[in-house]
């Protein structure tokens, strides 16, 4: 690629970075956009730290090869897994003008600023809730806001199957769903801290308390996007502007596109990555 195109790159095990992508797009339409899923090594979130990091470095270093100056994890397990150790050991040595940012804390600076009750509750993949990041990152901004963690290993599952919106998946969310609000019966808003459960909204609305916010990242993470270019015209000028979007995935295309169009919105045609 050359280096008069540099878009911004989106990476996640699979698909459900697409539901960020689908914002960022909304909110900045004019930049280029590389998108990448790992398909064929998702899930990420049963998954160790270790293998999670090497996985994650892997792709962030593909981006940079593809010209891409920034680039955003859009999957909350790399983000609690292996962001904070490639912001701090490996960009430098890779290459200190690039960026990578993540999901969590963009999310983390505001969650605060809607409940009412001080009691918030974060639901998300095993491995996002076994990291603590969110419980950590929040104590940051609001530390009195009280959080409480419920992993939600078969939402995913529910997703990728196409029975989001079936009857079979109620007994998974209410299941959930009553063993967060059993851990405090006063949380009035909800975390969606995986990029797949927003493709639950209606059914997590319907089941979770009368009142209760729901929050889902995308928006949250674009606005936070716009921000930070904003004050780091020096990286908004290095990316360029052709309103573009290029997808990749490792495993079959066939099949991510089938899968693409309910988190993106439309149709796309990917193209197939094998990473060695």
Request: proline share 5%.
């Amino acid at each position: 690629m050359s280096s008069a195109k540099q878009p911004i790159g989106v990476f996640d095990s699979g698909y459900g970075g697409l539901t960020i992508l689908k914002e960022m797009v909304k909110t900045l339409p004019a930049y280029d956009y590389l998108y990448m899923g790992d398909n064929a090594r998702a899930p990420y979130g049963p998954r160790s730290f270790d293998t999670v990091y090497q996985y994650t470095l892997q792709c962030v270093q593909w981006f940079f090869e593809q010209g891409c100056e920034l680039v955003v994890l859009a999957c909350n397990t790399a983000s609690a897994k292996a962001l904070r150790t490639i912001q701090q050991k490996d960009l430098a040595k890779i290459d200190p003008h690039k960026r990578v940012l993540g999901v969590i804390r963009p999310t983390t600076e505001v969650i605060g600023e809607y409940s009412r009750s001080g009691s918030v509750g974060i639901l998300g993949t095993t491995g996002t809730v076994v990291s603590e990041s969110y419980p950590i990152e929040i104590a940051k901004f609001f530390p009195s806001l009280k959080v409480y963690q419920e992993a939600c290993p078969m939402w995913v599952p529910l997703v990728e199957n196409h029975e989001y919106d079936k009857p079979g998946a109620d007994y998974f969310i209410r299941q959930h769903l009553n063993r967060l609000f059993e851990q405090a019966p006063d949380i009035d808003t909800l975390l969606l801290a995986c990029t797949h459960y927003p493709l639950l909204m209606d059914k997590i609305r319907a089941f979770a308390p009368a009142g209760t916010t729901i929050l889902s990242q995308g928006n949250i993470v674009a606005t936070s996007l716009k921000a930070y270019l904003e004050r780091h015209p020096e990286m908004e000028q290095r990316c360029s502007k052709n309103g573009s979007r290029t997808f990749y995935t490792t495993d079959s295309v066939q099949d991510f596109n089938n899968h693409a169009s309910l988190f993106f919105g439309e149709k796309l045609e990917s193209k197939h990555l094998e990473l060695l």
